[in-house]
Nanobody
């Protein structure tokens, strides 16, 4: 499975960004998909996960109410809508295939950098 993330960039605090991740080489509609992020000098952390059908989604506490994960199985794409961004959201964001409910990635995308300025 290959994952290609995009949509990162520079945004001011309070702004919004939508990340996308396109999957190829597998059966996308059978995978749970997740987003993780890694801030400079820190370990990679879980952000959000969505089940294969899109019926359920779960978030890290600090993202609840600000981030929304969604998917379009017809487009082999998972999204992360990020609102009310804060400087501490600055990180490289990675999409991943995960064997939900376990949150250990089977496959990683290459990451997309989000920078939130204050």
């Amino acid at each position: 499975v290959q994952l290609q993330a995009s949509g990162g960039g520079l945004v001011q605090a309070g702004g919004s960004l939508e990340l996308s991740c396109v999957a190829s080489g597998g059966t996308f509609s059978s995978y749970a998909m997740a987003w993780f992020r890694q801030a400079p000098g820190k370990e990679r952390k879980f952000v959000a996960v969505i089940t294969w059908s899109g019926a359920s989604a779960y978030y890290a506490d600090s993202m609840k109410g600000r981030f929304t994960i969604s998917r379009d199985n017809a487009k082999n794409t998972v999204y992360l809508q990020m609102n009310s961004l804060k400087p501490e959201d600055t990180a490289v964001y990675y999409c991943a295939v995960v064997p939900f409910p376990r949150l250990i990635a089977d496959y990683w995308g290459q990451g997309t950098l989000v920078t939130v300025s204050s």
